[in-house]
């Protein structure tokens, strides 16, 4: 080391007295003179205009010249032509009842699995993926409260069920059927909600497990979106959650018994879909996402689990009306999805089942994506 430095200095003596008179270094400025080199950078070689034509990658931007990559960036933004306003009651497609095994298992499977002896309390389950996730929790031997905005409909589902059920199961007597049972509430409404909750518990006596999935989506673009309907979206998908989790959770505890309770999100809550515009049905089901992730730690200490199912593109009888009339959407969302399909409702009743079940008994607040591989990419 201490030759290293002694030829560092020599190198740079010699250095010194070899230089021309010219390039000479200037003589060291005062102690109270400021001094900053002076710095240099090289010029640019061409405009910037010029660099963006000759870079094939700055060329694929929204001002990428006229006629070159004119489809650059479009799969990856909304579109504000899309708009698809949820239809009422009159135009609802109705939701078929899927078949089943019913009670009957023919192959081994773990005891576990099992929601005998339970009651579930279900929101939304007169159609769509809430009536497919009911069948599921009927045929894993829980009795069943199906709770929705159209009574009438809840009724003929809740018959629908049971009759399924039946002719699944030939040779069972009535008394071995479930208890499936329809009930009225506008979940968005805390007074609505508390009734509901309370003709549940005078028709089965208890509730052991819930699942939300009451909800609805319309496209709009954020500025042309009606408040009204912006509050009413986020009346059913958040509030309504949060009502009859806090309802179901305090009955839980004043029995001092476990419960489980699945809340029904979205692939949506955690990406931005493409092309329709939804921004606010994208919020709500991300405050879904960790409303159950918080009410999992807040209520962990009662023994009550919360977990969340996040669907991705479903088929219900909804969706198909929708890419019927929007035919170019389903190419769109299917290029998507890296398994190359849409999901089915079916695909449902396992995820359900198995959150619900002490088959799950120590998962709480996880988030279960069943989406094709949607949101990995």
């Known amino acids: 080391m201490f030759k290293s430095?002694?030829?560092?200095?020599?190198?740079?003596?010699?250095?010194?007295?070899?230089?021309?008179?010219?390039?000479?270094a200037p003589a060291r400025p005062a102690l109270n003179t400021f001094f900053r080199p002076l710095s240099s950078t090289a010029a640019r070689a061409n405009s910037e205009d010029?660099?963006?034509?000759?870079?094939?990658?700055?060329?694929?931007?929204?001002?990428?010249?006229?006629?070159?990559?004119?489809?650059?960036?479009?799969?990856?933004?909304?579109?504000?032509?899309?708009?698809?306003?949820?239809?009422?009651?009159?135009?609802?497609?109705?939701?078929?009842?899927?078949?089943?095994?019913?009670?009957?298992?023919f192959k081994r499977t773990l005891a576990q699995f099992s929601l005998e002896n339970k009651v579930t309390l279900v929101t939304g389950g007169a159609r769509g993926l809430g009536l497919v996730m009911s069948q599921a929790i009927v045929a894993s031997g829980s009795d069943l409260a199906i709770v929705d905005l159209n009574k009438e409909e809840a009724q003929e589902q809740a018959q629908g069920l049971v009759a399924q059920f039946k002719k699944e199961n030939p040779g069972l007597e009535s008394d071995q059927l479930p208890?499936?049972?329809?009930?009225?509430?506008?979940?968005?409404?805390?007074?609505?909600?508390?009734?509901a909750i309370t003709e549940v518990l005078a028709k089965h006596g208890k509730i052991d497990h819930l699942v939300t999935s009451a909800g609805f989506t319309e496209n709009f673009d954020a500025i042309s979106y009606p408040h009204d309907r912006i509050q009413k979206l986020w009346g059913v998908n958040v509030d309504g959650t949060y009502l009859f989790a806090t309802g179901v959770a305090k009955h839980l505890m004043e029995r001092n018994v476990s419960g489980s309770m699945v809340m029904i999100g979205s692939m949506s809550g955690a990406i931005v879909n493409v092309p329709q515009p939804q921004a606010p049905y994208n919020a709500a089901k991300a405050a879904v996402r960790h409303l159950a992730s918080s009410l999992a730690v807040e209520w962990a200490g009662y023994d009550i689990r919360v977990n969340c199912i996040s669907p991705g593109y479903m088929l219900t009888a909804l969706t198909r009306k929708i890419l019927d009339e929007n035919p170019e959407l389903r190419d769109k969302w299917i290029s998507l999805i890296p398994t190359g399909k849409m999901g089915t409702p079916e695909d449902l009743m396992g995820a359900v089942t198995f959150l619900l079940s002490d088959a799950s008994r120590y998962i709480t607040g996880a988030d279960l994506r069943v989406d094709g591989g949607y949101t990995l990419t």
Do not use: C, W
């Open 50 to 105: 010029d660099k963006i034509k000759k870079d094939p990658f700055l060329m694929a931007t929204t001002k990428a010249p006229e006629g070159t990559l004119e489809s650059e960036g479009q799969f990856a933004r909304t579109d504000e032509n899309v708009k698809i306003e949820y239809p009422d009651d009159e135009h609802m497609p109705r939701s078929p009842i899927v078949q089943g095994r019913g009670g009957m298992h």
């Open 179 to 195: 208890n499936v049972t329809a009930h009225y509430a506008d979940v968005s409404n805390p007074d609505s909600v508390t009734a």
């Open 5 to 24: 430095a002694v030829a560092r200095q020599a190198a740079k003596a010699v250095s010194q007295f070899s230089r021309p008179a010219a390039l000479a």
